[in-house]
């Protein structure tokens, strides 16, 4: 299980295909793979996106994040999960958070990336900003 | 001792301020933290951490803790 | 939107990236990407599973991915879709189905990509046989 | 004209062939079709295709057609 904060920009695929190249213990061990990213829109609520800056606590978030995954690993069969999640000043169709989990079945592995996701987005602490046409605004939650 | 206070995003702004120390004395919830810091009521919907676990604003607070004041999270995707 | 069947090994994450680099009509324009990558496991049902072999049905097995997407797309606002599934002989370990939606919205991402893979499982016409160390044995549904 | 008849996975092999030719006289359903080209009753919950769309046993069947049957589908993933 990792889990990475980083404040510079990444390319999901790549980090997935890495971490799943450095555990050669799961090799044949695992049957599906889900994973979620989360992009930066250039548009949010009617107006044009420049910009977003993402703010969080630090260590706070380090520690919601890794229990939220072990949440997920003692209510589904989870072989491994990896969650990077961005902070900082982010451009528009850059990542902003990816979720994978690796899993015998697809039912455990959907419902733990699913479960991740959602529980990250409601107890890590992250605010997003974000510079519009019309000055920055902190994004509200829905 | 004394009381570790911060703040994030929209209530850091508006306070003006990211951190503060306060004396323990006189504070015995979160809700009194706020009131010893700010001079304002406290925004609706702001979250509370007491040494970065969430918790309610009527939660006790002692001596040494870091209280954190923000508000709701907007991380993730959309 | 891209279907496609192989009858050679894939990187599923290397796959991805390259088609979502093809579409730069995307870039912005969502917000949410949900990937499910079904992988060859070395055992099932007790055995150990030396290699299996994937036969299809040519131009059905198309067709039927081609309208489970379209009925995706129907349902979910989805923004596009790229759909790989092996045919021929695989070892443990090798990737086996990839389905990867980009939307705007994690729930239309997650919603559309699980019923990408739950419907082509059974509408599209493959067959798995095993090679097990008691010799080899047609996948049954379960 | 005639009626192409094919056969995938497990039924393949317990036919011992992948596809046939036959005369599209005398045949009416896919279960006629079936009656025709094998000598054993159909096993069950074997699933029939014509001209590459799922049908039931009982769909009329008509010269030039291509019909199929095979084994419940075990593609994607675990």
């Known amino acids: 299980m990792r889990i990475r904060l980083l404040d510079r920009g990444f390319d999901p695929w790549r980090e997935v295909a890495a971490y799943q190249a450095e555990q050669p213990q799961l090799a044949g061990k695992f049957g599906a793979t889900t994973v979620f990213v989360g992009t930066l829109r250039d548009f949010n609520q009617g107006e044009t996106v420049q910009r977003m800056t993402l703010e969080h606590y630090p260590d706070m978030t380090e520690k919601y994040l890794e229990r939220v995954c072990h949440e997920a690993q003692s209510r589904w069969q989870v072989a491994d999960m990896l969650v990077i999640h961005r902070h900082g000043v982010l451009a528009p169709n850059d990542p902003i958070v990816l979720v994978a989990v690796w899993s015998g079945h697809r039912d455990s592995a959907f419902a733990a990336c699913r479960y991740i996701i959602d529980e990250l987005k409601t107890r890590a602490p992250f605010w997003k900003k974000e510079e519009t046409e019309s000055g920055p605004r902190w994004v509200e939650q829905q | ?78």
């Open chain 2, 1 to 78: 001792m004394s009381i570790t206070v911060r703040f994030f995003a929209s209530i850091r702004e508006k306070l003006g301020k990211g951190e503060v120390l306060i004396e323990a004395k006189g504070v015995s919830s979160a809700s009194d933290v706020w009131d010893r810091v700010a001079s304002t009521p406290i925004p609706p919907n702001t979250l509370v951490a007491i040494n970065q676990e969430h918790v309610s604003l009527a939660q006790a607070v002692r001596d040494g803790d870091e209280v954190a004041f923000f508000p709701p999270i907007t991380g993730g995707a959309t």
